[in-house]
């Protein structure tokens, strides 16, 4: 069954310094997409980065970049030069193609982030 | 203006009531999603419509019906609402898969107690 793991349920980070967020999954699909969303103290869900599971270059969107692992089934999220701002919680989640008939966009439960001044 | 609106944005309801929850979007994508938070549980996908004439259960629809009025609408109802359905419910859109890559778009999100 499809599943999304993310095993620290919080990290703390100086401001400046990077963050690595831990994001496995378990698929059988040959096709998926990963995608990482961040969600602030105001609860509103914010897409950030997406990698798709043929895509051969890591994904990167300003200070973000997901580092893709496919034979580890990892999809970590690095957050380089970490801002205030950046605290939130933080979600990984998977979209499952369509072969075996069924769609799935499911979510890992979660990391909450706390930048330190 | 917000492209996933959610109306009510809190609402605060008595076990076995009905109560509607209401999507709309101005973003024109054809698919659409209900989930909800629970703490601890990451979000849950309860049902997704893939355009007007499509309706598909997800993850955990019992308890949960929704409606499609028209592309931009797309309606979840409880339809005897329970204290276990106390819960931070979003809507989400997406287009067609372009490129491999659906990126869904949160509304705000609905906070619902149910006492």
């Known amino acids: 069954a499809q599943k999304i793991t993310q095993t620290q349920p919080g990290m703390f980070v100086q401001e400046k310094e990077a963050v690595t967020l831990d994001c496995t999954y378990d698929?059988?699909?040959?096709?998926?997409?990963l995608f990482w969303y961040k969600q602030p103290s105001s609860g509103e869900m914010i897409f950030l980065i997406y990698?798709?599971?043929?895509?051969?270059q890591n994904a990167t969107e300003g200070r973000y970049s997901l580092n893709f692992q496919k034979a580890r089934k990892s999809a970590n999220l690095v957050i380089s030069a970490s801002q205030l701002g950046d605290s939130a919680m933080y979600f990984c989640?998977?979209?499952?193609?369509?072969?075996?008939?069924?769609?799935?966009?499911?979510f890992g439960t979660g990391t909450r982030l706390k930048v330190l001044a | 203006d917000a492209d996933v609106t959610q109306t009510p944005r809190n609402r605060i309801t008595k076990t076995g009531k009905r109560i509607m929850l209401e999507c709309s979007q101005t973003?024109?994508?054809?698919?659409m999603y209900w989930y909800r938070q629970d703490p601890g549980l990451g979000l849950r996908l309860i049902y997704y419509?893939?355009?007007?004439?499509?309706?598909n259960k997800g993850e955990i629809s019992d308890g949960y019906s929704v409606s499609r009025q028209a592309q931009a609408k797309f309606s979840l109802s409880l339809e005897s609402a329970i204290p276990n359905q106390t819960a931070l419910y979003f809507c989400?859109?997406?287009?067609?898969?372009?490129?491999?890559?659906?990126?869904?778009?949160f509304g705000p999100g609905t906070r619902l107690l149910v006492l």
């Open positions: 698929t059988s699909d040959q096709s998926y997409g």
């Open positions: 990698q798709g599971s043929y895509d051969e």
């Open positions: 419509s893939f355009d007007v004439k499509d309706i």
């Open positions: 989640a998977m979209r499952g193609f369509f072969t075996s008939g069924t769609y799935k966009y499911i």
């Open positions: 973003k024109g994508h054809d698919r």
């Open positions: 989400a859109t997406s287009d067609r898969e372009t490129a491999g890559q659906e990126t869904q778009y």
